[in-house]
Nanobody, 124 residues
Framework: HLQLVESGGDLVQPGGSLRLSCAASGFSLNYYTIGWFRQTQGKEREGVSC????????NYADSVKGRFTISRDNAKNTVYLQMNSMKPEDTAIYYC?????????????????WGQGTQVTISS
């Protein structure tokens, strides 16, 4: 069964940090662009960051630029999202997904094999 599994979500205070992991099961991440998205209740899923298969190209939503860093370790078949200086508005369920497109775009319809999500809550 081909799937992605997110982990690392937690409750942290504003200004804190978290690292999310997206691990692949049943396939190799090496050939795919991987994207991180987030969603809160009543809102559409929004793109946060994505990374090309080689890792040479990354993209970030304006709201997270300078605070979040995406990376990948193809040997471990895992993509990471390091989140620093977190804000209450970062609270959401975070999902990862894969895309066969080489270009990193924040179009959920271009992605598949969505994971089940991991909850991130920023609160004092």
């Amino acid at each position: 069964h081909l799937q992605l599994v997110e982990s690392g979500g937690d409750l942290v205070q504003p200004g804190g940090s978290l690292r999310l992991s997206c691990a692949a099961s049943g396939f190799s991440l090496n050939y795919y662009t991987i994207g991180w998205f987030r969603q809160t209740q009543g809102k559409e899923r929004e793109g946060v960051s994505c990374i090309s298969s080689s890792g040479g190209s990354t993209n970030y939503a304006d709201s997270v630029k300078g605070r979040f860093t995406i990376s990948r370790d193809n040997a471990k078949n895992t993509v990471y999202l390091q989140m620093n200086s977190m804000k209450p508005e970062d609270t959401a369920i975070y999902y990862c997904a894969r895309s066969s497109f080489s270009v990193c775009v924040f179009q959920p319809s271009a992605f598949g094999s969505w994971g089940q999500g991991t909850q991130v809550t920023i609160s004092s």
